[in-house]
């Protein structure tokens, strides 16, 4: 059994706390099986947080670049070292009208080379970022290139927050948004919530919290893996192919979602008329 759960995270749990939970909501009928979600959410943040099971957990690099959804609340004149609502405050700086900030938003759409905060998960010389951080080390973390698809300002939430949605791709810091804004406006910002809507095709909508699932009640929720890979179908039933022997097939090039005998097993590539195995997900 191989599939995925979409488990709306609440705050305060880690994503490593819901992977956990979930080994062990699917022990009793799976027993010991691989679990692992598809991209971290900080503790403070909540919603989609997709959890693999099984051989599904063999999809991570495909959902890794998959496009992102979130509703976030920035505060302005004040930030914290985490540049969240966990860190030490410094104060000072201006509270910016909605109108400035707008207009300084298309700035940070579009390719952008982006600082991760120094509290995250990001390595440098071997040690991860909040490993140094907590050490009061001095360090900078390097720039990474991400994507950002829209960036808007949705409504201004309390005399000194604003709320806005993200659309972007995989490896996005939305804490990092809150300095950047502020800093575009000669001020200091940092996040008081988060909320991640969406995560390639889970949706907030269909997600499910820990509470809900039981070891009794989990196969409910499941998502057969097939059901989120958006390829092609090609019946197989040569036994070449599940050998590991790649040969001619009379099909486009690209990826498909192999079926044998109508029931689901992977994913085949095929390259200049040559079908090869790629992943065995049932």
Same mark, same amino acid.
């Given at each position: ?24 909501? @699917?022990?009793?009928?799976? /027993? ?56 030490? @405050? ?25 600082? *991760? ?25 390097? *720039? ?9 300002l949705r ?15 995989? /490896? ?16 200091l910002g ?18 499910? *919290? ?13 998502i057969p893996?097939?059901? @989120?890979?958006?390829?092609? @179908? ?37 390259? /200049? /008329? ?9």
């Amino acid at each position: 059994m191989t599939g995925f759960l979409n488990i709306d995270k609440q705050c305060g749990d880690t994503s490593t706390y819901v992977v956990n939970r979930v080994k062990g909501l @699917v022990r009793k009928k799976l /027993g010991k099986t691989a679990c692992g979600h598809l991209g971290t959410l900080d503790p403070l943040a909540s919603g989609v947080l997709p959890v693999g099971i099984g051989n599904a957990t063999r999809l991570f690099d495909y959902f890794l670049q998959k496009e992102k959804r979130y509703i976030a609340r920035f505060r302005f004149g004040a930030t914290t070292d985490t540049l969240d609502g966990e860190g030490k @405050v410094e104060t000072g700086g201006r509270i910016p009208t909605a109108r400035e900030i707008e207009e300084v938003l298309p700035r940070f759409v579009g390719y952008i080379e982006q600082y *991760p905060p120094k509290f995250s998960a990001r390595c440098l010389g071997g040690k991860r970022g909040y490993e140094l951080a907590r050490k009061g080390e001095e360090f900078e973390l390097p *720039p990474k290139r991400v994507e950002v698809k829209s960036l808007a300002l949705r409504e201004q939430t309390a005399p000194d927050e604003f709320e806005f949605s993200i659309v972007c791709g995989g /490896g996005t810091y939305i804490r990092s948004f809150s300095r950047d804004i502020a800093s575009a406006l000669g001020t200091l910002g940092y996040t008081t919530s988060l909320r991640r809507t969406a995560s390639g095709i889970f949706s907030e909508e269909s997600a499910v *919290p820990l509470s809900v699932l039981t070891p009794e009640n989990f196969e409910k929720y499941l998502i057969p893996t097939d059901m @989120v890979l958006p390829f092609a @179908v090609m019946e197989v039933n040569d036994d070449r192919y599940y050998n590991g022997l790649a040969y001619p097939v009379d099909e486009a090039d690209g990826t498909y979602k192999i079926y044998r005998e109508g029931a689901f097993y992977g994913t085949g590539v095929v390259e /200049g /008329g040559i079908l090869r195995p790629d992943k065995k997900l049932c």
